[in-house]
């Protein structure tokens, strides 16, 4: 779930080119919804999507994230409970890798940085269409070793 309770953010306040980006803005989507954001320039989307991420601070308001205030969590830990993928593949994304792709590698960014996902005892490979795997032997039968790459790349061996 996300909400956006009375937003408020101002740029160049009090000086003669002050803009009001998001003015007491609320917006509330449960898990599952979507929704569409649509403006003419200066209407405010990007400054709501990056308050959102936290890459811009509010003037007021609250930002909650599955009941959690996160309004003051820096970008880095909102990371852990959010993704965005840019229109422009050249920030933050793998320009080569589809958008599920990108979309997955968010996913898994949430999650422990084990190598557990490439070792399992039932000898299948981790899951998600979004990757090419293939098995190799392991020092014991319960025990196979996959290595993946996104599909659309092919398997890369170095």
């Known amino acids: 779930m996300l909400e956006i309770r009375s937003a408020r953010k101002v740029f160049y306040k009090g000086q003669a080119d002050e803009k009001i980006a998001l003015d007491d803005l609320d917006l509330r989507l449960e898990t599952g919804e979507f929704g569409v954001v649509i403006g003419s320039n200066g209407a405010g989307k990007s400054s ?3 308050a959102i991420s936290g890459a811009l601070v509010l003037d007021a308001g609250r930002i909650v994230i599955n009941g959690d205030d996160v309004t003051a969590m820096p970008v880095h830990k909102r990371a852990m409970r959010l993704a965005r993928v840019f229109q422009d593949p050249m920030k933050g994304t793998a320009a080569s890798m589809t958008v599920a792709e990108n979309m997955l590698l968010a996913e ?5 940085r084990t190598l557990r996902r490439g070792l399992t005892r039932r000898g299948s490979p981790p899951t998600g269409s979004a990757f090419r795997c293939s098995a190799s032997a392991s020092k014991t039968a319960s025990t196979r070793a996959w290595s993946c790459f996104p599909a659309a790349s092919g398997n890369r061996s170095r």
């Open 108 to 112: 898994l960014r949430a999650s422990r």
């Open 48 to 50: 709501m999507l990056n």
